[in-house]
């Protein structure tokens, strides 16, 4: 075993050398810049209008919430989903490694990939209810596999590049799944459970083999269902946490921004070296993990927004918006914060301080909240990476079902949900930093064809924009576009005005 393992530990390194280089970094947040600019800065510019049409919303429109009785789910479904996707341990190990690994400053850069990646995730989801579909069961399907078939297929000479990268899409995303949505994520819940508690690997593994087929066997309705009433719980208490611990330690605050900002630009890295190497290691780690963590260019959750009972594609692109700002502004930061004033991380050098390497990066959180909470801290930990991640592993089976959906068909879907339960009890065994490495790799790969996608339709995500904005805020009597199909279009413009 330990030379099988060997062996792929090497193979991955080495595609992950290529996939995660700094033209794959510039390709993302070029995009991200690019989207930012042709829709003229519209997470700033309408920051109150997309606040109050997603988290506002929640509260004051009940199309957004309310369940459907056919095969789509709800505005505040699709978005817990997505959360659920991304709201996992990226947010809490992901943060800690990036952080050990390229040091406070790594946070700032995941700020800055997030700050354009809001606009990436954005664009995406414009695009995917733009070229989405009902396939034969009434379900939407929707994803960077349908806007690169039929929307870079559709431009001149294009036709079979567009079905070429479609299909390498689904293949990598089928891959991600397994890897980032449930390896990664399974291995990350035994580990915690057993700094906690001693319990062994198999056992914990079967529990999750167990709790996971349940939902999955039922599809995106029975996932939805779950998610909406775990995330929101699950995120609140986290959050609650957080803040306890910083307002406890809120002197060191301004000393902890001070790290970061120092340690984007001129400080050593954790690892170690040069400064200009410790500014490539933080941007390195932080732009990694945060796309990680909210997963913006990688064309995943776009699949459970096209699943949406939205009308208005701008609509479900400002709830990608959100779930970006949400996972990494919000919930990325508070743990970084956390982490940072607990004591487990040295300041001035950016260096793990004795106790910080002695728990290892993958425990950092855990350590803050046993400092200040005691055995019941650690615990607590243990139990929020054990939902956060089962809520990932939840959301990433519904983006590889829909790539399995798009390369062999809705009738062989239970093959895949069978092959992905089965993975769980793998995820449970594997080496920590081996599930992570191969994560980062199926990351890179699925991003890539999707940011070409991206950036050769721009123009429909601009146009979109701009006839959204000529008649919500400038009142101009001008037809919608809702779709790129005349079928689709004709039927959703009978559906009711929204908001």
């Not at 606040?51 to 505040?76: E, L, N, P, W």
């Not at 400080?267 to 732009?287: Q, R, Y």
């Not at 920590?432 to 980062?440: E, G, K, R």
Request: hydrophobic letters at 50%.
């Amino acid at each position: 075993m330990k030379g099988f393992i060997d062996g792929v530990t090497e193979v991955n390194n080495a595609i992950n050398e290529e996939v995660w280089g700094w033209p794959a970094l510039i390709l993302l947040a070029f995009v991200g810049i690019l989207m930012t600019v042709l829709t003229k800065f519209f997470q700033i510019t309408h920051f109150g209008y997309w606040m109050k049409h997603t988290i506002g919303a929640i509260f004051g429109d009940k199309h957004v919430r309310s369940h459907t009785k056919d095969k789509t789910i709800s505005q505040f479904q699709s978005l817990c989903t997505a959360l659920a996707a991304t709201v996992g341990t990226g947010n809490i190990v992901g943060v800690a490694g990036a952080i050990a690994l390229g040091g406070p400053g790594a946070v700032f850069w995941m700020w800055v990939i997030a700050f354009f990646g809001m606009m990436t995730n954005y664009s995406e989801n414009v695009l995917g209810i733009l070229y989405r579909r009902k396939n034969k069961d009434g379900e939407w399907c929707g994803g960077a596999m349908y806007y690169l078939r039929d929307g870079l297929g559709a431009k001149k000479n294009c036709k079979k590049i567009g079905a070429i990268l479609a299909v390498l899409f689904s293949c990598f995303c089928l891959l991600a799944s397994f890897g980032i949505g449930n390896m990664s994520q399974v291995n990350a819940m035994v580990s915690n459970v057993r700094h906690t508690v001693k319990i062994p690997r198999l056992a914990i593994g079967i529990f999750l083999f167990i709790a996971v087929g349940l939902v999955v066997v039922g599809g995106i309705k029975r996932i939805a269902t779950i998610t909406e009433k775990l995330v929101p719980t699950m995120v609140i208490l986290f959050l609650l946490g957080t803040f306890i611990i910083i307002g406890m330690n809120i002197s060191t605050i301004p000393a902890v921004f001070e790290s970061i900002f120092k340690g984007a630009f001129n400080l050593k890295s954790a690892a170690g070296g040069t400064v200009g190497s410790g500014i490539a290691l933080a941007m390195e780690w932080g732009m990694k993990r945060g796309v990680f963590s909210n997963e913006a260019g990688l064309g995943s959750s776009v699949m459970v927004h096209s699943s949406s009972n939205v009308k208005e594609p701008v609509r479900q692109g400002m709830w990608g918006i959100f779930e970006v700002f949400a996972d990494t502004i919000i919930v990325c930061t508070l743990t970084a914060l956390t982490i940072l004033s607990s004591g487990a991380v040295n300041l001035d050098t950016g260096l793990l301080t004795e106790k910080g390497t002695e728990v290892g990066k993958d425990a950092l959180m855990s350590y803050a909240f046993e400092q200040h909470f005691g055995k019941p801290g650690s615990i607590f930990i243990a139990l929020a990476i054990l939902l956060f991640a089962y809520s990932t592993v939840l959301g990433w089976s519904h983006y590889g079902t829909k790539a399995f959906e798009y390369l062999f068909g809705t009738s062989k879907i239970m093959i895949y949900r069978i092959i992905f339960v089965i993975i769980v009890l793998a995820g449970s065994m594997l080496e920590a930093q081996l599930a992570w490495d191969i994560s980062d790799t199926f990351n890179g790969l699925m991003m890539i064809p999707n940011l070409i996608g991206v950036l050769v339709l721009s123009p429909q995500v601009m146009s979109c924009t701009k006839n959204y904005v000529d008649r919500k805020f400038r009142h101009k009597d001008i037809k919608p576009m809702l779709s790129m199909f005349e079928d689709v279009e004709e039927s959703q413009e009978t559906l009711p005005e929204e908001n």
